[in-house]
């Protein structure tokens, strides 16, 4: 009989993984680097490889028994990842377009999904060196330069202006469409999963996102959230995210929010 990782054991071991992916990641980041264009049109740059790398390699020696999806191995067949009950979802760099900006804005990403549903999350920023995660298990944490960790929650806020994370690189002109519906509103603009990481933390109240992402994009984030008291919804059936229950891994369109005043009122305001 396989004996199973616990829970704690796998929390603590992908934090520190992520670390270890930034560290790599920033030795690409601080030395003269190239990218090339992907098939969906997307960058890419050795530091993705290199992260992934690191990534899949610690958590193998981890638990060898747990699949893993990563965004640079996602051609594995529908018909085989779709018997996964337990697997990891893991973005090596997200945000590479910030990456070749060489503004900061960019994460590792490391989730562990159980049953289509994510129940622990890592989000690592190499530049800063702040860490987010959050379990089923223990609620959701956040660290800065590996000094002692502090619990985090949803902000509590529901009135105006209320605080919207939205992107830095993805500008919409839905969403644009929509702000105009509110009376006061500030808008937080951030790359990759860090919008996220602002809603987890209450920093921002929410986060709007009307345009495509993957899943390995938003799990570890959506997790994070879930565990600090808010949620992560989409919009196409306004029910939670799931995971891996399609051949595509693309997300619908979809709203983080920290309380369901909040999430009302954006549903109200979308609905007009």
Not at 39 to 62: C, F, G, W, Y
Not at 249 to 260: K, T, Y
Request: with cysteine.
């Amino acid at each position: 009989m396989v004996k199973k990782v616990s829970k704690k054991k796998l929390i603590n071991a992908a934090v520190e993984i992520s670390k270890k992916a930034g560290e790599t990641i920033l030795e690409v980041y601080n030395s003269d680097f190239e990218y090339t264009i992907k098939e969906d049109s997307s960058p890419l740059t050795k530091a993705d490889q290199k992260s992934h790398d690191v990534i899949l390699h610690n958590l193998r020696l981890l638990d060898p028994h747990i699949p893993i999806l990563s965004e640079e191995d996602s051609d594995i067949p529908f018909s085989k990842r779709s018997k996964w009950n337990r697997y990891w979802l893991v973005d090596p760099l997200d945000g590479t377009k910030e990456f070749i900006k060489r503004n900061g804005e960019f994460t590792v990403n490391i989730a562990l999904i159980e049953n289509n549903l994510p129940v622990l999350g890592v989000i690592h920023i190499p530049v800063s060196n702040e860490t987010f995660w959050g379990s089923d298990c223990s609620g959701s944490f956040y660290s800065q330069d590996n000094k002692k960790e502090k619990q985090i929650y949803v902000s509590k806020n529901i009135d105006d202006p209320i605080k919207i994370a939205t992107s830095s690189s993805h500008p919409s002109k839905d969403l644009d469409n929509l702000l105009k519906k509110f009376e006061s509103y500030e808008l937080i603009k951030k790359g990759s999963s860090i919008k996220l990481c602002l809603v987890a933390c209450g920093t921002a109240d929410i986060y709007l996102r009307l345009g495509p992402t993957s899943e390995w994009d938003i799990a570890a984030g959506d997790a994070i959230i879930k565990f600090a008291g808010g949620n992560v919804i989409s919009l196409l059936d306004r029910d939670i995210l799931t995971y891996n229950l399609k051949e595509s891994l693309l997300n619908p369109e979809f709203i983080a929010f920290n309380n369901d005043q909040n999430k009302k009122r954006i549903l109200a305001l979308l609905s007009e």
